[in-house]
């Protein structure tokens, strides 16, 4: 019995369960040159969402009643393979299914540390790198500027908020309600933290926590809370843009002002990025995020949905605003 | 009898004659240490839009019932100044005044040369470089490359346009009438033009004349006619936005679909900027342009009024696409 969790139909707008399906397959066995894997955590990410939809992305969309996939952290429990024993962690893009085989060309062994062990789904994975190499290659903080992250409690953001703390920033939050603005204060550390769902004049609220305008905006939420944050971008501003979280459930384009005006009369720069645009830089960005990781100057938060048939429940949650941090499930 | 046009009132929307009032003044005499000067060819252009309206942009805004200023190429018909003598012709940011006086600090001196003389307004001055500098620092382009240029036939545009083929670059052109669309193949070499007023389905011009889509869009013109490009732009595209003049009357923040997620999607940058921005770069620049000149590998036009009291009409005529290339005033 081998649960397996497929593309049942493409969301239209905000995906609900329906676009789901669980279905049963006999468990596979690994053949020369194979192990046979058991899922342990799964992580769910908003960029999912893209591939559910048919139109052109930066990576190819989902196919319909084909299993889902995404980053997975699994144990061996079979092997015809050589350089995988049983008991071996490994991390790789798998599907969503709670056995699967592999020729082993695409995953990463990892240490079993039982401390750090889903750090590889997020600060030590993709959601870190995205956080760290955005915010310096692109964003480039200096001591002393302002940095503004959207998306502030949520795995990205979180990081990116305590990176520009470790580089000298002051560090300004925007989040969806009044625990996670509390959470990114005191487990996050940053200056100030702003609820825009129950702050009535977000532009007003972004000027008064900014009082040197924004230099750096980390961008992982776009539409209209970007707008307020555009309003009071300094000269030479930097915009690191990863996510737009916001946009993704639109069915229809989502109209706001043309941002073109402000980027002129402020000589900003908005780069739009995928983590693997950096992939050059992720040894030694891995070896940052360990260092501040093992030295305590960095830590992070996960939201932890139990059960495999969780999965699609906890993905639906990140656009509900449901994780504080890195949002996983545990099988 | 000295003519000087002031600012009357500040436009609301389209800028029209009302907005502007000559009034007649002394012609003022030349103290010790000052010049007089006599305003030989003035220099209109889209930005001074921005300072008549009284918000807060990257210059301050022209104080009401004070004279307008832009960069003018004048003679000097008086000098108690050591370093001007009669008959020299300067450049300055000056005011919109046929006689003035100026204590030569801001001047800069300009040789005769009746072949290239206003070319210190336009391909040797703020647009040439503005085209110049935008393109390589931030457009950065690569031989084979595809770039799109809005405002093509315009100052800033025609020059983009040219540098973009002696760079390696096919280049296309967006531009406003079939005029102006034979000009800029035929006189300024682009490789395609598209007259975005009578073409049905813009996107779809721009898909079959970038075949291999875009790399590189440069923008002077925003709106609409961008969100068509930006529909085409390649992975990695880059951006330089240098005006927005479609939206540039707007008395309201025009709408569009936010560009964040094709931004992602393409992990493209848009950087928006204005000249001053790359002042250290002017030496080199202008050594770059007026190499290309005398080799006559570069060319540039002029839309030329006549006479100092249709300054007001040809900055008007920026607006309703009456320049092909430079817009100057001949005194």
Chains 1, 2 share one sequence.
Not at 161 to 180: H, I
Not at 212 to 233: E, P
Not at 277 to 303: M, V
Request: aromatic share 8%.
């Amino acid at each position: 019995m081998n649960k397996v969790i497929v593309l049942h139909q493409r969301p239209v707008g905000t995906p609900d369960l329906s676009d789901f399906k669980i279905i049963i397959e006999e468990v596979p066995s690994a053949d020369d040159g194979e192990v046979l894997l058991k899922t342990r955590y799964v992580s769910v990410d908003p960029y999912l969402r893209g591939r559910m939809s048919d139109s052109e992305s930066y990576i190819p969309p989902f196919e319909l009643n084909k299993p889902l996939r995404s980053a997975i952290i699994a144990e061996v429990t079979d092997s015809n393979h050589t350089q995988f024993k049983v008991g071996d962690l490994v991390l790789g893009n798998l599907e969503w299914k709670e056995y699967q085989v592999s020729d082993g060309k695409s995953l990463q062994a990892i240490a079993n540390h039982p401390a750090y062990l889903t750090a590889y789904l997020g600060v030590l994975g993709m959601t870190g790198l995205t956080a760290y190499l955005g915010l310096t290659k692109i964003g480039s903080p200096k001591p002393g500027e302002t940095l503004v992250v959207s998306g502030a409690a949520g795995a990205v953001g979180s990081i990116a908020g305590q990176v520009g703390k470790l580089l000298g920033c002051r560090v300004v939050g925007l989040t969806g309600s009044d625990e996670k603005a509390h959470l990114i204060k005191s487990k996050f550390g940053f200056d100030e933290a702003i609820n825009y769902k129950t702050t009535n004049d977000l532009g007003q609220a972004i000027k008064a926590a900014c009082p040197d305008g924004v230099d750096i905006y980390f961008d992982n939420v776009g539409g209209k809370l970007s707008d307020s944050v555009l309003a009071t971008i300094n000269k030479h501003a930097r915009i690191p843009l990863c996510g737009a979280i916001s946009l993704y459930n639109s069915s229809v384009p989502e109209l706001g002002p043309y941002i073109q005006p402000v980027l002129i009369k402020k000589s900003a720069l908005i780069q739009g990025f995928i983590v693997g645009d950096f992939a050059s830089e992720f040894p030694a960005a891995i070896t940052q995020l360990t260092t501040w990781l093992t030295e305590g100057k960095l830590t992070y938060h996960e939201t932890v949905y139990e059960g495999f048939e969780q999965v699609p429940q906890a993905f639906l949650g990140l656009f509900e605003g449901r994780n504080e941090g890195k949002m996983i499930v545990k099988v």
